[in-house]
């Protein structure tokens, strides 16, 4: 099991930008991991954001933040980031960090939250209008 920690969240006005980083702690991450960004505002189900495969760097993204977000990593750090901008009311929510183990490069339902293995604990976004 791996140890993910969140950091970079924050209060923005809309249009602006933020950083979320997500840190591995306790092992690193493995060839096949994805690693992904989902979100969860108040009275609402988590939601698929981001993710990245460790290995190859691919990405997918949900359509509401395409063009918007941009995830990446860095395997000197063993952390991912997503980089926000354009940032509207509806981003805010607490945003999670994920892992999912996979034994193949390209696992299926990359959006699917109940195939991820770790969590984060979480960092508040608030974007205001």
């Known amino acids: 099991q791996v140890q993910l920690v969140e950091s970079g969240g924050g209060l923005v006005q809309a249009g602006g930008s933020l950083g979320l980083s997500c840190a591995a702690s306790?092992?690193?991450?493995?060839?096949?991991?994805?690693v992904g960004w989902f979100r969860q505002a108040p009275g609402k189900e988590r939601e698929f954001v981001a993710t990245?495969?460790?290995?190859?760097?691919?990405?997918y993204y949900a359509d509401s933040v395409k063009g918007r977000f941009t995830i990446s990593k860095d395997y000197a750090k063993n952390t991912v980031f997503l980089q926000m901008n354009n940032l509207k009311p509806e981003d805010t929510a607490v945003y999670f960090c994920?892992?999912?183990?996979?034994?193949?490069?390209?696992?299926?339902?990359?959006?699917?939250?109940?195939?991820?293995?770790?969590w984060g604990q979480g960092t508040q976004v608030t974007v205001s209008s």
């Open positions: 994920a892992r999912r183990t996979s034994s193949t490069p390209l696992p299926i339902a990359p959006a699917e939250p109940s195939r991820y293995d770790d």
């Open positions: 306790g092992r690193t991450f493995s060839t096949y991991d994805m």
């Open positions: 990245i495969t460790w290995f190859g760097g691919r990405m």
